[in-house]
């Protein structure tokens, strides 16, 4: 697709990790004081990472279930809070404060600027409210719509979407998956973001129906000049929809270029072995094989790169130095080792 004028960055995340501590509970705290071992568990579920995505611009964050992705795009949103580096928005610096287990601290403004929509659209509307109030309560709440206002601006908010405004004083069971999705990206809109995290936002939906939202995104992008982050595990989603793609391995982006570029010439390994899982036209009759081994657990991460076990390259070097990312062409970027620094 063609991407719009890119403007500076709107967001830029500057070496994040998150690691989430599984503290001894007291019978585990006993068993250590009586000889027995029983050590915290830490899972480094985003390791070092560093993105920057520009104003207008649509990024794909990919990658398999476990990786990190939606704990990545859950610190932009402000949901939780890193465990070191920092995000950078327009307004403000986002940094964890220490011992803090909460979502970074961001002015009213920027946490209404970024705004995030889940993969189970039912889990996260409150079963208990009516449309109206799901979509109306945050920007009656904000000031952004007075109360005399309020059912003209969420009329305005489902039609933008594509909901029939007479279905506002239903509950979320009473409408379909899509629907539902429809009322989930409504909520978002209605304080009037500028940056949509979208995690897995399809994947719970049929097929016809992945169609039409992903229509409605592209829509609103360019009515609205939305910036998106859009987190998912089908590239052939992820092609269609991106300017740019960032591979995300074990806490870790591999490799990250514009779209037409990565699908045309990908470079990392991992990349490489993802796009030949893609089901195209012309390999039809291929027999497809899933990539060998299994993915490391975030308890355990291997040392130097986290792809090397499953790697049929790997070498010596790539079990024990990191690699890092480093350009490789016109805005291509890879970790890797067996790639020449061009």
């Keep these: 697709m063609n991407a719009p004028h890119v403007m500076a960055p709107l967001v830029e995340v500057d070496h994040v990790s998150r690691r989430f501590v599984r503290r001894l509970n007291y019978a585990e705290r006993i068993a250590g004081w009586l000889g027995a071992r029983a050590e ?42 890193p465990s ?11 940094e964890p404060s220490p011992g803090s287990e909460h979502g970074a601290q961001r002015t009213p403004r920027h946490r209404l600027a970024t705004q995030m929509i889940f993969q189970d659209p039912l889990s996260s509307l409150n079963p208990r409210k009516r449309v109206r109030d799901i979509i109306g309560e945050a920007p009656l709440v904000h000031g952004i719509v007075e109360r005399k206002q309020l059912d003209a601006y969420v009329v305005d908010v489902m039609e933008r979407v594509g909901l029939n405004p007479d279905f506002r004083t239903r509950f979320p069971h009473q409408f ?35 169609a039409q939202i992903i229509n409605l995104f592209m829509q609103l992008r360019r009515d609205l000049g939305l910036t998106y982050l859009f987190i998912s595990h089908d590239l052939g989603v ?27 010439n990908p ?18 009759k291929r027999q497809f094989e899933s990539i060998q081994g299994e993915i490391p657990s975030p308890l355990a991460p291997p040392d130097g790169c986290h792809f090397h076990p499953r790697c049929p390259h790997a070498t010596q070097r790539c079990r024990t130095e990191r690699p890092l990312l480093h350009p490789s062409g016109l805005a291509h970027q890879v970790a890797c080792h067996l790639v020449e620094v061009q």
């Design 238 to 264: 992820v092609e269609h929809i991106s300017d740019r793609v960032a591979i995300m391995y074990l806490g870790r982006i591999v490799e990250t270029a514009p779209t037409v570029e990565l699908f045309a």
């Design 176 to 210: 379909s998956g899509g629907q539902r999705q429809r009322v989930g990206i409504g909520r978002a809109l209605a304080v009037k973001p500028d940056f949509l995290i979208c995690d897995e936002s399809i994947a719970a939906l049929d097929v016809s129906i992945q």
């Design 40 to 81: 915290e568990q830490i899972v480094h579920a985003v390791d070092d990472v560093s993105l920057t995505v520009h104003r207008g611009e649509v990024v794909g964050l990919v990658g398999e279930s476990g990786c990190g992705k939606s704990t990545l795009g859950r610190m932009l949103a402000g949901i939780v809070a």
């Design 84 to 94: 070191s580096g920092s995000i950078r928005t327009i307004e403000k610096t986002a």
């Design 267 to 284: 470079q990392h390994p991992y990349t490489i072995a993802l796009l030949a899982q893609v089901p195209r036209l012309s390999n039809r």
